[in-house]
């Protein structure tokens, strides 16, 4: 079955610092990998994904995301974190099925 | 280019009652699909539409129903609502070569509670 965990339901960083959000996946075949951000009583917005080709991948906001096959992760990542960063932060996974799989979420409060 | 709208965005319900909510995709859009997030959860895939016809469903009962419209607009139908119903939920557009690529465009939801 494929999966999607997100192993830390919150993040606190300082503003200004690098932050990393975590996921690990479990996706048949060729993964593809989303993430996803969500504000408060908001929809879901896109930020990056992984299809295919470099293991880096660059985003929305100056997020980046990188793909490591060996340790099936695909963390978040941004250089330096802003106040306007805290919200909450989805991992999925997709593929050939018409579906996405979503992790449970992860937290990032952004401290002043 | 509009994006995905849904109604209502809040919406409270008796459990044992019946309630539909709608969704109008994303301009271009073919595809639509349903997504269901608990409080404190991911969002959970409940079905898929296409061509006004389901095509692909998650690990819902039947009473999650939905339809599509020549327009590409949906609803989503539950009946028989329970406590365990109340949640967020998403609609999201898509071409349907698209949608396993993340190529959705999400609503803001409805907010069901059930009480």
């Known amino acids: 079955a494929q999966s999607v965990a997100q192993p830390e339901d919150q993040v606190n960083v300082a503003e200004g610092n690098p932050l990393t959000v975590k996921c690990t996946y479990s996706?048949?075949?060729?993964?593809?990998l989303f993430w996803y951000v969500q504000y408060p009583n908001r929809g879901l917005q896109f930020l990056l994904k992984?299809?295919?080709?470099?293991?880096l991948v660059k985003g929305s906001y100056g997020f980046e995301a990188e793909f490591n096959k060996s340790q099936t992760s695909f963390h978040l990542k941004k250089p330096s974190a802003l106040v306007s960063d805290s919200a909450l932060y989805f991992c999925a996974g997709g593929g050939a099925t018409n579906k996405l799989i979503f992790g449970t979420g992860t937290l990032l409060a952004v401290q002043p | 280019e509009t994006g995905v709208t849904q109604s209502p965005t809040h919406l409270i319900k008796t459990r044992g009652q019946q309630v539909t909510l709608r969704c109008s995709s994303q301009s271009g859009h073919n595809t639509v699909s349903w997504y269901q997030q608990a409080l404190g959860q991911g969002p959970q895939f409940i079905f898929q539409y296409y061509r006004e016809e389901e095509n692909g469903r998650g690990n819902f009962p039947p009473r999650f129903s939905g339809l599509q419209f020549p327009n590409y607009s949906s609803e989503l139908n539950v009946n028989a609502l329970e406590l365990d119903d109340s949640a967020l939920y998403l609609c999201?557009?898509?071409?349907?070569?698209?949608?396993?690529?993340?190529?959705?465009?999400f609503g803001s939801g409805t907010r069901l509670t059930v009480v």
């Open positions: 999201a557009s898509s071409l349907v070569s698209q949608a396993g690529r993340g190529g959705y465009t």
């Open positions: 996706v048949s075949g060729n993964p593809y």
């Open positions: 992984y299809i295919t080709g470099d293991n």
